[in-house]
């Protein structure tokens, strides 16, 4: 019997992947992948030349067939999940009309204003503003400004031209697909994420009075559609260039995080997941929606249809860990060289303590002023020191958000861990300690997004009746235990690690608030 793939890509910050996904075990049987490219034109912005990213994705698919030599006609459909929360408004012809603004960017820090003004006041927003937000939303704009609805609004204000002759407000998934079919649609989590739909009722549905309220065309907005459905289906020119067959369903899929979530396989009711990639995050998914407004904890629509996923995310992780190979000058990619010199070194790093907020933080802090720290430095820490400090300073980051999120799903004694930082049995061990939990690593914990929208596609062809159904596939590959003796020494250390916030916050704000003026 001839193996049937579902071609998938994975537009990450670090690394854009293509994969050829066995549909009956959702492994990915052939993967190709190339550095992604992001500009940042200015301190705070983050962008994407949208032309050069579809250029990205037509070498990747005409390697990956040519390389793998299989049968076109055993590719099912076609998927794309993309880091969230982007927009790139395009013509009425489809062309970009400047680059993409992602997810990491921050030039619209405190928009929309109505919100952040005016009494009484509650974690920072205005109480009524944040009330009628939180109703019919689920959560509210961060005052970071890395919301689809802040990036709009500062488009509008900054460059009118751009924003009168746009057509459509695309995120970066959703410009993909537009490329491979022709239509402008997006799931229920991106729109979710927009703050500008209503998710009260199992589904988002553009909610008009947002659009009256911040004059706003809900014209210019994409089609919802379930993650599962089939966006459309390849054009003569996308399919050419992509080297795939005409008419070949295009999924709509769902965002990053979404199918990293479902390809982690924890989607039983709150059970919760940690994933460790460029950034990181906790999650669950969740029937009915739930927020902590406090801690910047808050529920959009998942890639499973009708249901949602509480999540906590933290902006940086193994973004860290790359930024101090490269300081340090080990070799791009040797992770090997990282691994030695992270397990030759004691567990709490010589009482050096990293702060992974190299790019502001969301949670438990909606700050966009901290940055990172190296705490207690000397001449006696060694490279060692520093690369086990990144991956103990992640996890303390993880433990606070973790804290707050076991609060709304529950205790759980066993969870599961994904992405590229799970490669790491001694960052996985890490995080174990720290927290005091026992960890599942799902195999290819790297292949979470790949697996995830593989999986949610073989859902919307009818290749698995449902979602349990599919994930049921999925193999585990190790449980990590707490160690008692490292969680003594690392909790001394979180102490430690609170603390210093609560002490040095206004000098971040202090020190980083220029790079936050509109």
Do not use: C
């Given at each position: 019997m001839e193996e049937k793939y579902i071609l998938s890509f994975d537009i990450g910050t670090t690394t854009i992947k293509s994969g050829l996904v066995d549909a009956s075990d959702f492994s990915v049987k052939y993967k190709k992948s190339i550095e992604a490219e992001i500009m940042y034109p200015r301190p705070g912005w983050a962008e994407i030349d949208p032309h050069a990213l579809w250029n990205q994705i037509l070498d990747l698919s005409q390697s990956i067939i040519a390389e793998s030599k299989v049968d076109t006609n055993n590719v099912l459909g076609l998927i794309y999940t993309a880091h969230m929360a982007g927009v790139i408004p395009i013509d009425k012809v489809g062309n970009p009309l400047m680059n993409m603004i992602i997810w990491l960017d921050e030039r619209a820090a405190g928009l929309p204003r109505d919100i952040w003004v005016g009494f009484p006041k509650l974690a920072g927003y205005n109480l009524f503003k944040l009330?009628?937000?939180?109703?019919?939303?689920?959560?509210?704009?961060?005052?970071?400004?890395?919301?689809?609805?802040?990036?709009?609004?500062?488009?509008?204000?900054?460059?009118?031209?751009?924003?009168?002759?746009?057509?459509?407000?695309?995120?970066?998934?959703?410009?993909?697909?537009?490329?491979?079919?022709?239509?402008?649609?997006?799931?229920?989590?991106?729109?979710?994420?927009?703050?500008?739909?209503?998710?009260?009722?199992?589904?988002?549905?553009?909610?008009?009075?947002?659009?009256?309220?911040?004059?706003?065309?809900?014209?210019?907005?994409?089609?919802?559609?379930?993650?599962?459905?089939?966006?459309?289906?390849?054009?003569?020119?996308?399919?050419?260039?992509?080297?795939?067959?005409?008419?070949?369903?295009?999924?709509?899929?769902?965002?990053?995080?979404?199918?990293?979530?479902?390809?982690?396989?924890?989607?039983?009711?709150?059970?919760?997941?940690?994933?460790?990639?460029?950034?990181?995050?906790?999650?669950?998914?969740?029937?009915?929606?739930?927020?902590?407004?406090?801690?910047?904890?808050?529920?959009?629509?998942?890639?499973?249809?009708?249901?949602?996923?509480?999540?906590?995310?933290?902006?940086v992780a193994a973004g860290a860990l790359e930024w101090a190979m490269d300081i340090l000058g080990i070799g791009k990619g040797d992770y090997n060289k990282v691994r030695e010199l992270v397990e030759s070194t004691p567990v709490g790093s010589n009482n050096l303590v990293f702060f992974p907020w190299l790019y502001g933080e969301r949670s438990p802090i909606d700050d966009p002023y901290v940055r990172g720290v190296l705490m207690n430095f000397s001449f006696t820490h060694s490279k060692?020191?520093?690369?086990?400090?990144?991956?103990?300073?992640?996890?303390?980051?993880?433990?606070?958000?973790?804290?707050?999120?076991?609060?709304?799903?529950?205790?759980w004694d066993l969870i599961t861990i994904v992405g590229g930082g799970a490669l790491f049995d001694v960052w996985c061990q890490v995080v174990s300690d720290v927290l005091g939990i026992n960890l599942k690593r799902i195999k290819d914990p790297h292949d979470a997004g790949l697996r995830g929208i593989a999986t949610i596609a073989a859902v919307g062809l009818g290749i698995y009746k449902s979602f349990e159904d599919a994930v049921s596939r999925y193999?585990?590959?190790?449980?990590?235990?707490?160690?008692?003796?490292?969680?003594?020494?690392?909790?001394?250390?979180?102490?430690?690690?609170?603390?210093?916030?609560?002490?040095?916050?206004?000098?971040?704000?202090?020190?980083?608030?220029?790079?936050?003026?509109?």
């Open positions: 009330i009628s937000f939180l109703r019919v939303t689920g959560g509210a704009p961060s005052k970071t400004g890395k919301d689809p609805i802040s990036k709009i609004l500062w488009i509008r204000k900054n460059e009118p031209d751009v924003y009168n002759n746009a057509r459509y407000f695309l995120d970066v998934k959703g410009f993909l697909i537009y490329k491979s079919t022709g239509n402008a649609v997006t799931s229920h989590d991106e729109a979710s994420l927009t703050w500008l739909a209503d998710t009260r009722y199992g589904e988002a549905v553009w909610y008009k009075p947002f659009f009256k309220k911040y004059n706003l065309d809900v014209n210019t907005f994409p089609k919802i559609l379930d993650s599962t459905a089939v966006a459309g289906r390849l054009t003569r020119e996308a399919s050419s260039e992509l080297n795939l067959p005409e008419n070949l369903p295009v999924i709509v899929g769902s965002g990053d995080l979404t199918s990293a979530a479902v390809g982690s396989g924890a989607i039983k009711e709150g059970e919760p997941h940690i994933y460790i990639g460029t950034s990181d995050w906790i999650a669950a998914h969740i029937k009915s929606r739930k927020v902590d407004v406090f801690h910047y904890i808050g529920s959009l629509f998942s890639g499973i249809p009708r249901r949602y996923l509480l999540i906590a995310e933290q902006e060692g020191d520093i690369l086990r400090s990144i991956m103990e300073g992640v996890a303390y980051n993880i433990r606070w958000a973790y804290n707050y999120f076991e609060k709304l799903v529950g205790k193999k585990v590959d190790k449980i990590f235990k707490p160690i008692e003796e490292n969680n003594k020494t690392y909790s001394k250390l979180y102490d430690r690690y609170i603390e210093f916030y609560k002490k040095n916050k206004k000098i971040f704000r202090h020190l980083n608030l220029h790079q936050h003026i509109m």
